[in-house]
Nanobody
């Protein structure tokens, strides 16, 4: 069974930066993608970005392109989300997730991710 644990959330001022981490344990194989989603109260979980474990291919949401960077350290089984130039509208609970055997058409689809972390709160406010 795959377990995912996020960390790094907190309170930051507009324009500031945070780096989220997601440590994975369990599971086998290399054919999966790790993704970050975020969710505001009463709203659907929104795709932020994803990275393939095997080749490092990255997929970003338009809303964060140029500000957020997803990366991975396979040796540490960890995925990161570097968030720069944060805005109040980035305030949300951020989740990491894993999709097994992803294809291009499913990598942004939250319903295709079987494993989720517990989430970490990010608040952007002055």
């Amino acid at each position: 069974q795959v377990q995912l644990v996020e960390s790094g959330g907190g309170l930051v001022q507009p324009g500031g930066s945070l780096r989220l981490s997601c440590v994975a344990s369990g599971g086998t194989g290399n054919s999966y993608a790790m993704a970050w989603f975020r969710q505001l109260p009463g709203k659907e979980r929104e795709f932020v970005g994803a990275i393939r474990r095997a080749n490092g291919a990255i997929y970003d949401a338009d809303s964060v392109k140029g500000r957020f960077t997803i990366s991975r350290d396979n040796a540490k089984n960890t995925v990161y989300l570097q968030m720069d130039s944060l805005k109040p509208e980035d305030t949300a609970v951020y989740y990491c997730a894993r999709q097994i055997n992803p294809i291009l058409s499913t990598i942004r689809d939250r319903n295709r991710y079987a494993f989720w972390g517990q989430g970490t709160q990010v608040i952007v406010s002055s």
